[in-house]
């Protein structure tokens, strides 16, 4: 009997040790996935700093609604789940990578109602106005153009806005290589020192004279070929900042230079609002004037302005000057 309560008592404290040790290493096992789970969590948001504060975003958004630069959206590799369908009116160049995209109605008051049922993760408007309202229903950045230098630097931003950098790169890279050779495609056919002018038909009671403007063809044919503007456009629109001017019938004709790239619609009246001046025009005399569909020539995003440039360059390398 001694020797068995001896035996006990130098049992018990073994096994208690065995015990508290064999609990340790079943807590640590099903502890430790636990921790290393949770310290290789890759983040879901991250935040961006915007002209409305600080905004979170997701890392990756996959089902992004634009209310006005979708050109931008479509360089980085976004194809947006909604869209304003009255953007593609005159946004044709658009329309190809958007079959698929949700109309919204008009871009100047969207459907809210259309909005929530495509269960945005991003919008990204360029209303600041709308900014409140549009966070209500996701993350919203206010993404504005103008706030940029260059073509690039808006398709850069937009890159950093979807978490799209090297896409940007990519694209930018590629837009350089398509300026080139649109130029070079027009480089031997258009004769040194010519000038034009571009000028839009639709809309106003007199056409409109276009600067390198935000819409209307103006930085395709200005910015990206770099044609000449007449001396005329150069002074009292591009040196001065404007996107565009009503020229009556009475002083059109001072602002057009050696070649004329005239925005048209079906219906569009064209010269009949220059009686007496038209006919007189050298680039009329000469066969200079290009007839250009004004549903592809009203948006000016970098996505759409390369295709704008690209086509006139076709069109001025070929000598077409009607319409398709």
Same mark, same amino acid.
């Given at each position: ?30 502890? @430790? ?10 983040? /879901? ?13 997701? %890392? ?9 630069? &979708? ?16 953007? %593609? ?10 079959? =698929? $995209? ?16 495509? @269960? ?7 209303? /600041? ?8 229903? *996701? ?7 103008? /706030?940029? #230098?260059?073509?690039?630097? @808006? ?6 806005? %979807? ?10 890279? !590629?837009?350089?290589?398509? &300026? ?9 056919? &258009?004769?040194?020192? *010519?000038?034009?002018?571009?000028? =839009? ?11 390198? !403007? ?8 200005? @910015? ?5 503007? *007449?001396?005329?456009?150069? $002074? =009292? +629109? ?7 001017l009503e020229a009556s019938a009475e002083v059109f004709g001072e602002y057009v230079g050696d070649y004329l790239l005239m925005m048209v619609t079906?219906?569009?009246? #064209?010269? $009949? ?5 038209? =006919?007189? +025009? ?9 007839? +250009?569909? &004004? ?5 000016? #995003?970098?996505?759409? $302005?390369? %295709?704008?440039a690209e086509e006139i360059a076709d069109r001025l390398a070929s000598g077409q000057t009607e319409l398709n």
């Amino acid at each position: 009997m001694l020797f068995k309560k001896s035996w006990y008592r130098m049992a018990l404290p073994v096994l208690l040790i065995m015990a508290i040790f064999i609990s340790g290493c079943t807590q640590k096992e099903t502890v @430790e996935p636990v921790a290393t789970e949770a310290e290789n969590a890759t983040p /879901q948001t991250r935040t961006l700093s915007t002209m409305m504060g600080d905004v979170t975003v997701p %890392l990756n958004p996959e089902r992004v609604v634009v209310d006005w630069n &979708i050109g931008h959206v479509l360089a980085v590799g976004v194809t947006p789940v909604g869209v304003p369908g009255s953007l %593609l009116d005159y946004g044709m160049f658009l329309r190809d990578k958007l079959v =698929d $995209s949700a109309d919204l109605g008009n871009h100047s008051e969207v459907s809210l109602e259309k909005m929530v049922e495509l @269960e945005p993760d991003l919008i990204i408007t360029w209303d /600041q106005e709308k900014f409140q309202t549009y966070s209500k229903i *996701a993350p919203t950045v206010v993404f504005v153009p103008d /706030q940029y #230098d260059s073509m690039e630097a @808006e398709v850069t931003a937009m890159g950093e806005i %979807l978490n799209r950098p090297e896409e940007a790169i990519a694209w930018n890279e !590629s837009f350089k290589q398509r &300026i080139t050779a649109a130029q070079a495609k027009i480089k031997d056919v &258009i004769p040194d020192g *010519a000038t034009f002018t571009v000028a =839009d038909f639709n809309f106003l009671k007199n056409p409109a004279i276009i600067g390198n !403007s935000a819409n209307r063809g103006g930085r395709a044919a200005y @910015e990206l070929l770099g044609l000449t503007p *007449a001396p005329k456009v150069k $002074s =009292d +629109l591009l040196d001065q900042g404007k996107e565009n001017l009503e020229a009556s019938a009475e002083v059109f004709g001072e602002y057009v230079g050696d070649y004329l790239l005239m925005m048209v619609t079906e219906g569009t009246k #064209d010269h $009949s609002l220059l009686p007496n001046v038209w =006919d007189n +025009l050298p680039a009329v005399q000469n066969n200079h004037i290009f007839k +250009l569909d &004004i549903h592809k020539y009203f948006t000016a #995003d970098p996505y759409t $302005s390369i %295709l704008q440039a690209e086509e006139i360059a076709d069109r001025l390398a070929s000598g077409q000057t009607e319409l398709n």
